[in-house]
């Protein structure tokens, strides 16, 4: 071995000796574990931009614009929902409001970029390649190769605020309308003084089912320093023709600079610009609102007036570090610590916050301003997290899910009917099924009882009763006279809404068993078992069906996985939707020929790779052989297995489209060894946790207890265990959300 002399000195000695110290010491809150680029691949549709906890504003940087070469995913050639992919590399802007986890384009408007030398108002041509990319929570920063720019970027709830290092020269910082995520068009701005524009942009048509609806979202953007020049850019439409002839300025990018009137129009933008003696600092702060200019100018100033980029970073890193800290967890695996917390993380982003901080926001439908004295929520991609999300929110954040509860029930009141896919007050009927009467059923099952359940009872009824002109269940009639939504309705996946009304009926069951209203639980238990009509037991499978109760000829049960068309079921196929009967699992079980059919049925789905770790329907399946007699282990090892296989501290380290935070709340479920396998049915089925040690710290306003210790001292490849709480040993691996919440200790030890 060569031996290399090495000459340090005493002080440099301590120095190496501590170092692991303080490398440990640097990473002791939750928050030094998050890393927002997991997610950024694999179509996870997460993005590394600055965000405040359930912030209405954040600054991601955009990507997805322009030159397939540098961009091979790239917006406008193919269905891209996020402002930023990790393999692209041609940047062209910081968009100020965003959003993360869904599947349809929307937002990614009001893009901020800085540059320097002469202005360039075209984003094919100012756009740059960048390096050295950091993220962390509530902070991002980047280099711009073509400029070298430093950019960082943190957040408030309502305002976006960056920083911009410029080198000596000219320098511009622009403010581009025209481009963003959206599919809808048209924007105003004003240059108000040299430090200041106002405006607004268009957006909506998420999905294209309410284009419609489309909607302005207001902003105010503020620089620390006045501009020594500034104005705006307008590139109208090229005609054809005799009228393009005179048109001298056809298609082409007229500049106007010191304009301080309103401009309107598609491709419209304005500008800052400098002229620097020596490297410079600025900092913009764009306040944004869905009400109002002034509305979002009241936004920016109560948020972060007086305060510069490291005061509003400090805080909003702090906002975040309360927020994970409801969660400790302990164990010598760094790794598992970063895909923990960064899912907790990613829980915290959707649903977020629509009204201002004067409480007002616009009511669904009509858009009028209304206030609320609490916190109105948005964007609710509830066909998503129905299934665990806000099982996670009634946990950990209760007093967020009273608000989301109360926000459903608000829209309710504006719109006549719950919420299906809401997003800033538009409702965009993306999806199937009735899943707000679920989230709402479990919410108030686990005691979260501070809303109006009578009028959430009779919101649940409308949408389960009336057969006409009900948005929420197309096909009811039918439904309900046949117990199954047929192929001759022409309602998308017949097989799959059927399953899901299933599933909102026996919500509405447990709510009414609960209520005293008997006739109601006996009437929906009724109807939550009519999946059984669908059931073929020569091909094994749930079929589709016509009206006249014959079955669908050609079927294949392999039809329909990874977006493929498939008549009888939405976004998988009919293995993918064969066990989503989380209300009836005992049911299932006999449906399918008892427990070693069921079993094997079940080993099938895993073997010959049907299950989907990326579609929602399959999240409980790796959970059901704990319903199975002496085959708890292999849910244990199961579980395991596709944390392992689908989680990773990597940009593609969540198996696909985040759902807007429903994959991480898998995780965070699966590495703590608890799962809520049915909605409505306050209970949690155990799996061996992935951490030694964690501790859940509860609101004690919502729950007597403060703490729940969860422990594990079986070692890494033993699956075999027994769950304990407070002594006593738990049956069937099933414990009820009212025994954790006030157990103290609920420990894992190998079943010997």
């Not at 802007?93 to 075209?122: H, K, R, Y």
């Not at 003084?193 to 942009?201: F, L, N």
């Not at 059923?441 to 009578?454: H, K, M, P, Q």
């Not at 068993?513 to 078992?529: E, I």
Request: aromatic share 12%; hydrophobic share 35%.
């Amino acid at each position: 071995m060569n031996q290399i002399p090495l000459k340090i000195t005493l002080k440099q000695a301590i120095l190496l000796l501590f170092l692991p110290f303080f490398a440990l010491a640097q990473q002791s809150n939750p928050v030094d574990y998050v890393n927002p680029f997991i997610g950024t691949s694999n179509y996870g549709a997460t993005n590394p931009g600055a965000i405040a906890p359930r912030g209405m504003a954040s600054v991601s940087p955009f990507n997805v614009a322009g030159r397939i070469d540098l961009n091979p995913l790239e917006k406008d050639s193919q269905w891209l929902s996020n402002p930023y992919v990790h393999e692209n590399k041609f940047l062209t802007g910081f968009s100020q409001v965003n959003m993360s986890g869904v599947g349809c384009p929307d937002l990614g408007v009001i893009l901020a970029m800085p540059i320097t030398g002469e202005l360039e108002t075209d984003y094919l041509k100012y756009g740059t390649t960048y390096r050295n990319e950091e993220a962390k929570a509530g902070y991002y920063s980047v280099e711009l190769e073509k400029y070298n720019i430093k950019s960082e970027a943190t957040a408030t709830t309502r305002t976006g605020v960056s920083r911009y290092s410029f080198p000596a020269g000219k320098a511009h910082i622009l403010l581009n309308l025209g481009l963003g995520l959206t599919n809808e068009q048209g924007a105003m701005l004003k240059v108000v003084s040299p430090s200041e524009i106002e405006g607004m942009r268009m957006v909506g048509a998420f999905c294209y089912n309410n284009a419609e609806a489309a909607y302005p979202i207001y902003f105010v953007a503020r620089v620390s320093r006045p501009a020594a020049d500034f104005g705006i850019w307008k590139t109208p439409v090229k005609y054809e023709g005799t009228e393009a002839k005179w048109m001298t300025y056809n298609g082409k990018t007229r500049v106007k600079q010191g304009f301080m009137k309103e401009v309107v129009g598609d491709s419209i933008g304005a500008f800052f610009s400098y002229n620097f003696d020596k490297p410079q600092q600025l900092e913009m702060k764009v306040g944004v609102s869905y009400v109002s200019i002034e509305n979002a100018r009241e936004n920016l100033n109560k948020e972060t007036e007086n305060k510069d980029f490291d005061a509003v970073y400090a805080e909003t890193e702090k906002a975040w570090n309360e927020k994970l800290s409801r969660i400790e967890v302990e164990g010598d695996s760094e790794e598992d610590k970063t895909i923990f917390y960064t899912a907790l993380y990613h829980t915290q982003i959707h649903p977020n916050i629509l009204n201002d901080v004067n409480g007002e926001y616009p009511i669904i439908g009509s858009r009028e301003t209304s206030k609320t004295e609490g916190t109105r929520y948005t964007t609710f991609s509830l066909w998503d997290t129905y299934r665990n999300y806000h099982q996670l929110m009634s946990l950990i954040y209760p007093e967020e899910q009273l608000d989301m509860v109360k926000s459903m029930l608000d829209m309710y009141d504006e719109n006549g009917w719950l919420p299906k896919w809401e997003l800033n007050s538009t409702e965009t009927f993306t999806m199937v099924g009735d899943p707000a009467s679920a989230v709402i059923a479990d919410t108030y099952l686990r005691g979260i009882t501070d809303f109006d359940v009578e009028k959430a009872y009779e919101a649940m009824l409308k949408s389960a009763d009336q057969t006409e002109g009900n948005p929420l269940r197309p096909g009811l009639a039918e439904y309900i006279e046949n117990g199954y939504v047929s192929l001759d309705s022409d309602i998308p996946g017949p097989v799959s809404t059927t399953q899901e009304y299933n599933i909102a009926d026996y919500a509405i069951a447990k709510l009414a068993q609960k209520l005293g209203k008997t006739a109601d639980y006996k009437r929906f238990s009724a109807r939550s078992g009519s999946y059984k009509r669908l059931f073929n037991k020569e091909s094994g499978f749930l079929q589709p069906k016509h009206a006249d109760g014959s079955w669908m000829k050609s079927f294949d049960p392999l039809a329909g996985a990874n977006f493929t068309e498939n008549p009888g079921f939405i976004e998988g196929n009919a293995w993918q939707y064969l066990f989503m009967q989380p209300h009836d699992i005992k049911g299932m079980v006999k449906l399918m020929g008892g427990d070693k059919s069921f079993e094997q049925k079940l080993d099938d789905l895993f073997s010959k790779d049907q299950f989907d770790m990326a579609n929602e329907p399959d999240f409980a399946y790796p959970f059901l052989y704990n319903f199975i007699p002496g085959k708890a282990h292999k849910a244990s090892e199961k579980v395991s297995s596709l944390i392992d296989t689908y989680y990773k501290n990597a940009p593609d380290g969540i198996p696909g489209n985040d759902d807007t935070g429903t994959m991480s709340a898998w995780v965070v479920y699966a590495m703590m060894g608890i799962y809520p396998m049915t909605p409505a049915e306050p209970s949690f089925t155990l799996v061996k946790p992935r951490f030694p040690n964690i501790k859940i710290h509860l609101n004690p306003d919502f729950y007597g207890n403060d703490v729940i210790e969860i422990s594990s001292g079986v070692s890494q490849d033993e699956f075999n265990v027994k769950a304990i709480l407070d002594g006593k040993n738990i049956s069937k691996n099933n414990l009820s959300h009212e025994m954790l919440i006030h157990g103290k200790n609920l420990s894992f030890k190998a079943l010997k």
